[in-house]
């Protein structure tokens, strides 16, 4: 079923904007100007940023997951073997938009750690406009969609500020929304600047409601400006955790990896060497030493493996299906042919799901690693709504095939991905590969080649610096023309590497993604591979070839200066900056956060910090209607969350563990209508034993138990927090999703300098 999509307007407004044109804060044109001959003749860029996608998973590329739509782009194109990106997301991101290294625009690697250092602040200068703000300045309607993740937690609320929203990055309109990851059943989303309910519907998926908004924003510039071209910037979550995919699809891929991990690597890599995306002589890197055989594990666990597989290539081939939609309509109005269709992945497959996977994504922030038997509950559900799950490391490095190790390590695994580029009208070639060294930074600069758009002087009155990434246009009909970049730095989290003229220098500081409290100290040597010979990096060489490795080194060094990668740190750096924030915003705050009435779509790290501290709620509540349900406060959902609700008109308090249990402390009487404060005293407990709850309406105490400490571990990871207001999946089981407080509510005040207080009954109001 398809969604509609009555929110968006039908008309995009066009401004003509000549090359080379300044580009202002929020243009707001007051007439339509024709498109000048020469922009009617530049190409639609269309780019698909998958997420978490290694090397092997496309099934052009090899993989075992049936992605048709992305092979019919590779049949109209480019295949690019030799592709790399930074080994995170935010990092690839921020470089692939801006056409410069990820350092250079301060965000060396994921934003939410960020570091008060050049390089890692989070913050991308003014002088970096995107690729977005070129094009836009040149006539382009831009448009992004899905995940946009590289913006500082601080800055992503409704309260702005905006410079690093999409809006504020050069794109016209924006749908998605501002994190990590998302629910694909319940996403809480944006649109443009606005918070917003999903689509109401019994079989929604985020990635078909992206691809209806996607084709309606397309379809839409033609109302005023058919000539005008496109710029489109579709990120789906797939396939980061969680991975979420329809019964049916799911369905389709019982049993296909039963063969498991070992028995999967061996033909993906028959089938590369097969297409070619490999060499002839290309054999498979070692699997991490913690990484089980395949033939080892026990039934239980076989079983379990496999289907995380299935969702997995469930959720892939999905999202291939609904991309298919927007590539079919393209082609049915014409516009196909001039359009550069740019598939990619952000970095490789993802191993934070350690050896056993992940029910939820939300054991990441207890610092453990699920456990097989916590898993094993979530089985028959895994993958839909009742599940936020990951796989086994072990199919990462199945996804990564013949490299080693996987996202976060600078290891071929972790940065070499597909990199899939189809020009019908431009690239005269078809179904062929190209095996130059290419960039993530060189992608911008090979989409303004392409399309003759200079890199604006100015983007919002301010100096522009050059991109640093190389335009690869050279490479589109010659397949055989020598690289044209002489070497290009990685880092990330410690993890350091360099790569120049076919060889590599990495290390080996940091290889379990799922750990985020490290803090040994980077000194890991250097480790020196050949990957002309030696793709999956099986043989060091550094201590038979110490000079290359001092030169190699040098010309490290050299980037580092010049890219603004040192001082580097752990990951565990920026969760200590992180928390040091926090406490500077809680002395800021006077330990009190206070909201004048609803609010909605607050990330965690910006809203009150009741997942880890007792505290005093209060609200002024005014009733129109008897025995009504509505949140009074929510933040997290169904897998980890906690929320002060009426359920038929009585106050009920409910926490939920990351496992979706549910304790709760209820009123067993409904408020009358008319006003009333609602107080919630929350008593955290400094050791292991229960939370103490009371709650008072009217002075009174209409309600008082306890938490058990179980309960309390792991606080909504990925949903958010609001006022009046439970966007995501619900806390309260039973409770309506995305419905607004059925009342008034103002005044409302979390206190947390009162976190062991026992209240008693008071003669007037509280």
């Given at each position: 079923?398809?969604?509609?999509?009555?929110?968006?307007?039908?008309?995009?407004?066009?401004?003509?904007?000549?090359?080379?044109?300044?580009?202002?804060?929020?243009?707001?044109?007051?007439?339509?100007?024709?498109?000048?001959?020469?922009?009617?003749?530049?190409?639609?860029?269309?780019?698909?940023?998958?997420?978490?996608?290694?090397?092997?998973?496309?099934?052009?590329?090899?993989?075992?997951?049936?992605?048709?739509?992305?092979?019919?782009?590779?049949?109209?194109?480019?295949?690019?073997?030799?592709?790399?990106?930074?080994?995170?997301?935010?990092?690839?991101?921020?470089?692939?938009?801006?056409?410069?290294?990820?350092?250079?625009?301060?965000?060396?690697?994921?934003?939410?750690?960020?570091?008060?250092?050049?390089?890692?602040?989070?913050?991308?200068?003014?002088?970096?406009?995107?690729?977005?703000?070129?094009?836009?300045?040149?006539?382009?309607?831009?448009?992004?969609?899905?995940?946009?993740?590289?913006?500082?937690?601080?800055?992503?609320?409704?309260?702005?500020?905006?410079?690093?929203?999409?809006?504020?990055?050069?794109?016209?309109?924006?749908?998605?929304?501002?994190?990590?990851?998302?629910?694909?059943?319940?996403?809480?989303?944006?649109?443009?600047?606005?918070?917003?309910?999903?689509?109401?519907?019994?079989?929604?998926?985020?990635?078909?409601?992206?691809?209806?908004?996607?084709?309606?924003?397309?379809?839409?510039?033609?109302?005023?400006?058919?000539?005008?071209?496109?710029?489109?910037?579709?990120?789906?979550?797939?396939?980061?955790?969680?991975?979420?995919?329809?019964?049916?699809?799911?369905?389709?891929?019982?049993?296909?990896?039963?063969?498991?991990?070992?028995?999967?690597?061996?033909?993906?890599?028959?089938?590369?060497?097969?297409?070619?995306?490999?060499?002839?002589?290309?054999?498979?890197?070692?699997?991490?030493?913690?990484?089980?055989?395949?033939?080892?594990?026990?039934?239980?666990?076989?079983?379990?493996?496999?289907?995380?597989?299935?969702?997995?290539?469930?959720?892939?081939s999905h999202a291939d299906a609904e991309f298919g939609r927007i590539l079919d309509a393209l082609e049915a109005s014409g516009e196909l042919d001039n359009t550069i269709v740019i598939i990619t992945s952000d970095n490789g497959a993802s191993a934070e799901g350690a050896q056993h996977g992940m029910f939820t994504e939300a054991v990441l922030g207890r610092g453990k690693p699920a456990s097989l038997e916590e898993n094993?509950?979530?089985?028959?559900?895994?993958?839909?709504?009742?599940?936020?799950?990951?796989?086994?490391?072990?199919?990462?490095?199945?996804?990564?095939?013949?490299?080693?190790?996987?996202?976060?390590?600078?290891?071929?695994?972790?940065?070499?991905?597909?990199?899939?580029?189809?020009?019908?009208?431009?690239?005269?070639?078809?179904?062929?590969?190209?095996?130059?060294?290419?960039?993530?930074?060189?992608?911008?600069?090979?989409?303004?080649?392409?399309?003759?758009?200079?890199?604006?002087?100015?983007?919002?009155?301010?100096?522009?610096s050059p991109m640093e990434g190389v335009s690869f246009t050279y490479s589109f009909a010659a397949p055989q023309a020598p690289t044209r970049k002489k070497a290009q730095y990685f880092e990330m989290f410690g993890n350091k590497g360099l790569w120049a003229d076919g060889w590599t220098i990495v290390t080996s500081h940091r290889l379990e993604p799922w750990d985020m409290a490290t803090t040994r100290p980077i000194t890991a040597p250097w480790e020196l591979y050949d990957l002309k010979t030696d793709p999956g990096q099986r043989s060091d060489l550094a201590a038979r070839q110490p000079e290359r490795v001092a030169a190699l080194e040098q010309i490290f060094e050299e980037q580092a200066e010049r890219y603004h990668v040192n001082p580097i740190g752990n990951i565990s750096e920026g969760m200590v900056e992180m928390m040091k924030n926090a406490g500077a915003e809680f002395a800021r705050r006077g330990g009190k956060w206070r909201y004048p009435g609803p609010v909605r779509n607050i990330q965690q790290t910006v809203g009150p910090p009741i997942s880890a501290l007792g505290f005093r709620l209060t609200a002024d509540l005014d009733l129109s209607e008897p025995r009504t349900t509505g949140p009074i406060f929510a933040a997290g959902g169904k897998l980890g969350g906690i929320g002060l609700y009426l359920r038929n008109g009585k106050p009920v308090f409910a926490v939920n563990t990351i496992a979706g249990k549910t304790s709760e402390v209820a009123a067993s009487e409904a408020l009358e209508t008319g006003s009333a404060r609602v107080v919630l005293q929350f008593n955290r407990p400094k050791g292991p034993g229960p939370a103490q709850v009371f709650i008072l309406a009217k002075g009174k105490v209409v309600a008082e138990g306890t938490i058990p400490a179980e309960t309390m571990q792991g606080f909504f990871i990925f949903e958010l927090f609001g006022v009046g207001y439970d966007g995501g999946t619900p806390v309260l089981p039973g409770a309506t999703p995305d419905t607004p407080f059925p009342g008034e509510i103002s005044d409302v005040t979390f206190d947390f300098t009162v976190p062991n207080a026992v209240p008693r009954t008071q003669s007037g109001s509280e």
């Open positions: 079923m398809r969604h509609a999509v009555s929110r968006l307007s039908l008309i995009a407004a066009a401004l003509a904007i000549l090359p080379g044109a300044t580009i202002a804060e929020a243009p707001q044109p007051t007439t339509q100007t024709p498109a000048p001959a020469q922009q009617q003749q530049r190409p639609n860029v269309l780019v698909w940023m998958l997420d978490d996608v290694g090397f092997a998973q496309f099934s052009s590329y090899g993989g075992l997951v049936a992605t048709p739509n992305i092979d019919r782009v590779a049949h109209m194109g480019l295949r690019y073997t030799n592709y790399h990106t930074a080994p995170v997301c935010s990092a690839a991101r921020a470089s692939f938009l801006t056409g410069r290294m990820p350092h250079s625009v301060n965000i060396g690697g994921h934003v939410a750690v960020s570091r008060p250092h050049p390089g890692y602040s989070g913050h991308i200068p003014a002088e970096a406009g995107t690729i977005a703000d070129n094009l836009h300045a040149a006539g382009y309607a831009t448009y992004a969609l899905g995940k946009w993740d590289h913006i500082p937690n601080a800055e992503s609320s409704p309260a702005g500020p905006f410079n690093q929203w999409p809006t504020g990055q050069g794109f016209d309109r924006f749908y998605g929304f501002l994190s990590a990851d998302i629910d694909n059943w319940r996403p809480a989303l944006v649109s443009d600047r606005t918070p917003i309910d999903m689509p109401e519907s019994p079989d929604y998926h985020l990635n078909d409601d992206l691809a209806d908004q996607a084709i309606t924003m397309i379809e839409s510039r033609r109302a005023s400006d058919p000539a005008r071209p496109f710029m489109m910037y579709w990120a789906t979550g797939t396939a980061h955790a969680p991975h979420h995919a329809p019964a049916d699809w799911i369905g389709r891929y019982k049993g296909k990896f039963d063969m498991g991990w070992d028995k999967a690597r061996e033909q993906i890599l028959a089938r590369q060497k097969a297409e070619g995306v490999v060499s002839k002589h290309a054999k498979l890197a070692p699997r991490p030493a913690d990484q089980p055989a395949w033939d080892t594990l026990n039934k239980v666990q076989k079983r379990l493996y496999a289907r995380q597989m299935e969702v997995f290539a469930a959720s892939l094993l509950p979530f089985f028959e559900e895994w993958g839909g709504p009742g599940t936020y799950p990951h796989y086994s490391y072990g199919w990462a490095v199945a996804g990564n095939t013949p490299f080693r190790y996987f996202k976060h390590a600078t290891f071929e695994g972790g940065t070499r991905v597909p990199l899939v580029i189809a020009w019908p009208k431009g690239i005269a070639g078809r179904d062929e590969l190209r095996s130059q060294f290419t960039h993530v930074s060189d992608i911008a600069p090979t989409i303004l080649d392409a399309a003759g758009v200079k890199l604006a002087e100015r983007v919002n009155n301010v100096v522009q």
